[in-house]
């Protein structure tokens, strides 16, 4: 592949060097049950125009076809042991709802935005347009969170950093718990942490957030927490 002519891989605003896409999908398959045949989410933050997004799909159905899941219940989702050795891309998705989509429904606890600025940055080059081939690839739908009050559906996914979760869990954790019984919630560190340091994970599983992103770049304390809760797996 050539630069310009395939979609590639890269960390915005920072020292990350780029690499395709379908090598870094290709290395996903080769490697991605090595150790464990649970499912493994694609968290893709999309920043490519359409013509990219279809080549983007071509090359997931392509590459990893058949093991990637495609649609999820929405009221109930599987177990990750009903999902062993799959993959689920995690991204913006076509809202087969568009009043809902645009509703901007909130309660109290929607008002902070708690971004730092790296993260507002990167968030300019979201595409305003999602492609059809690549939005049907999408098992797990990024939704924005509107409060407590106001949790998605069981198949979608709001993401929190680190300070936010904290903040949360000081206002209300009760409700913070009941809200994850409902819906999926993604927790990732600070876009400040250019170190590649980790927060405590310990906070987001009490709080009942499924998806818990670490920087595996640093052997941090935060690390080795997480490595120690799911050494079983």
């Not at 990637?68 to 913006?92: H, Q, S």
């Not at 971004?115 to 347009?129: I, M, R, Y």
């Not at 999926?184 to 599983?205: F, H, I, K």
């Amino acid at each position: 592949g050539k630069w310009g002519v395939e979609p590639v891989i890269t960390h915005g605003h920072t020292l990350c060097s780029k690499l395709l896409l379908s090598q870094v999908v290709s290395t996903i398959k080769e490697h991605a049950f090595t150790t464990s045949d649970y499912p493994v989410i694609l968290s893709i933050e999309m920043h490519c125009s359409v013509p990219f997004q279809i080549k983007m799909a071509k090359i997931f159905q392509e590459i990893l076809g058949p093991d990637i899941v495609t649609c999820l219940d929405e009221n109930t989702l599987p177990t990750p042991a009903d999902l062993k050795r799959k993959f689920i891309i995690k991204g913006n998705k076509l809202s087969e709802s568009p009043a809902e989509e645009d509703s901007e429904a909130k309660d109290k606890y929607a008002d902070q935005d708690d971004k730092d600025d790296a993260e507002k940055e990167q968030e300019k080059d979201v595409p305003s347009t999602i492609d059809q081939d690549w939005s049907n690839l999408v098992a797990l739908p990024t939704l924005k969170f509107r409060g407590f009050s106001l949790p998605g559906k069981a198949d979608q996914i709001s993401s929190f950093s680190e300070s936010k979760i904290d903040t949360l869990a000081k206002k209300d954790l009760l409700a913070f718990v009941n809200y994850n019984k409902k819906q999926l919630s993604r927790v990732y560190p600070s876009g400040t942490r250019v170190d590649s340091s980790n927060y405590d994970p310990s906070l987001a599983w009490a709080t009942g957030c499924q998806v818990v992103a670490l920087n595996f770049q640093t052997c941090s304390d935060g690390l080795q927490i997480n490595r120690g809760r799911f050494l079983e797996n």
